[in-house]
């Protein structure tokens, strides 16, 4: 989802040559799914070939009549999860377009935790991955810019997504232990706030919005 490239992961295991053995009674589809179970209950070093295995009840060399390797098992969970974010028909309103789903992306990334960490590995990208990019294009499209340029303002957002899911709603009281009010006057301040008062409050959007006009439209 971040890095732009140009190999594609197949969903189906039928595209690789059936290896011999018994007939197949697994899909690409549910090893996924269960290595997405296991990397949102333990992260994604807890995905392992023997361990999604052990999850589907079966052996890690089953597993390998289906993929190929460990990586491209995780670029399954990728597009796996990808295809939770809903991409609405364009409008024209191409900034209010990309920020929409960039809002769907956060949160898919924070229901994911480990996502963040898959997408910035080199993968090849399946079906849902090459959808979103083909959907940014479109709405990217009353542009006047590079194509290249678009896919990087795509790319950066994706990664905003991903940082502000994993940053959360800002730092809490322990990680500002360290705070010294007369060093530190400005955070004092912010940290003393009101306990109902919204420190970021559009932020979101409008990093979204320098994003695609900085990338976009450098005037």
Known sequence: MLAVRLDVVSQSASARPRRPGPAPSLTVRAIAAAAVGLADARGLDAVTMRDVASALSTSAAALYRYVASRDELLAHMVDLTSAEVRHP???????????????????????HPWLAQAVAMPLAMGPHVLDHLNWGLAALEPVDAPVGAKLEAIA???GFAALYASAGSGPDSSSLAGLDPVRHPQLAALAHAPPGADRSAGLFDRVVAGILRGVLDPV
Not at 89 to 111: E, H, L, N, S, Y
Request: hydrophobic share 50%.
């Open 89 to 111: 028909p364009v409008t024209g309103d191409w900034i209010r377009d990309v920020t929409v789903v960039a809002k769907r992306q956060r949160d898919v990334f924070a229901a």
């Open 156 to 158: 950066l957002v994706t």
